[in-house]
């Protein structure tokens, strides 16, 4: 995952009763549960800047579940203090996405794995100050691509594991106040579209496992300020490893094991659940 700091830290115990104070220099963080998904009116009950960040994680099993998080993000935009928004394996839809354009300091939105298509992408590049964007094991219009170039506080972006075509490194390239880029677990992303990326030169960390890239077209990044990079095990011989190291002297290697083959009881645990 690329790196892209929270606004969580050490946890803290404090009391439950009435008005909770907040010690300076922690941040609060809401996370939401059965209540508040059921209830989202709640949401109005806090002041606007109670929160820096805020969870929301939930899957339907069943048609009255359906939409809960939709309907929490409908009523998001009475936070106006948040500045991280969390939707991680939910299911989520790029109309109620739409809603967290209304949170103008929001720094930080991860979506990893959900439901959505980047229809939203329009209207979050509208965000002034959305510095990191996680997006990684998601199926994306690609098209939609087109709108990452308008976000201009946009440091860490994280694409992993969503289809990418070789075209989309257009769109990426041009994020170029970028210093961290997850591309891993995109297979059909080969040396033909890292040129694009030679226009980053703010780019420190690449995550590039279990693409077609090549030595051939990773030197094609030479040049850029690069401090890290993340490959599969395998992907590249020693050969290639030493000149790598040659071109990027700073350059510090890590190479992610492959996981372990899927057999059919870990793809039956696994699976996706139907209603």
């Known amino acids: 995952m690329v790196p892209c700091p929270g606004v969580k830290g050490r946890e803290i115990d404090v009391a439950g009763h009435g008005s ?5 220099g922690y941040m609060t963080l809401l996370v939401a549960e059965h209540r508040l998904f059921a209830h989202p009116e709640l949401i109005d009950t806090f002041a606007p800047d109670d929160f820096d960040s805020i969870q929301l994680t939930a899957v339907a099993f069943d048609d009255k579940e359906e939409g809960e998080v939709d309907k929490v993000l409908a009523k998001i935009g009475h936070l106006k203090g948040l500045r991280e928004v969390v939707l991680d394996r939910s299911e989520v839809s790029d109309a109620a996405l739409q809603h967290v354009c209304e949170l103008p300091e929001l720094q930080r939105l991860s979506v990893f ?5 980047g229809a939203c992408l329009k209207g979050l590049s509208a965000l002034p100050h959305l510095a990191c964007l996680r997006l990684s094991q998601n199926c994306l219009n690609q098209a939609e691509l087109r709108y990452l170039s308008n976000m201009h506080s946009l440091r ?10 070789n075209v989309a490194l257009r769109d990426v390239g041009k994020c170029t106040l970028l210093t961290a880029l997850d591309l891993s677990g995109n297979p059909d992303l080969s040396d033909e579209g890292l040129n694009n990326l030679a226009a980053l030169k703010n780019l420190q960390y690449i995550s590039v496992g279990q693409t077609k890239f090549t030595i051939k077209g990773l030197l094609q990044l030479r040049g850029l300020p690069l401090r890290y990079i993340q490959l599969a095990e395998g992907q590249l011989s020693s050969a290639d490893l030493a000149a790598l190291r040659k071109a990027f002297p700073s350059l510090n290697i890590f190479q992610k094991l492959h996981s372990r083959p899927v057999n059919d009881e870990v793809q039956t645990i696994f699976a996706p659940t139907h209603k």
């Open 113 to 117: 794995a959900a439901s959505f298509n």
């Open 156 to 165: 860490s972006l994280a694409l992993s594991r969503c289809n990418l075509k």
């Open 20 to 24: 909770v104070g907040v010690p300076a």
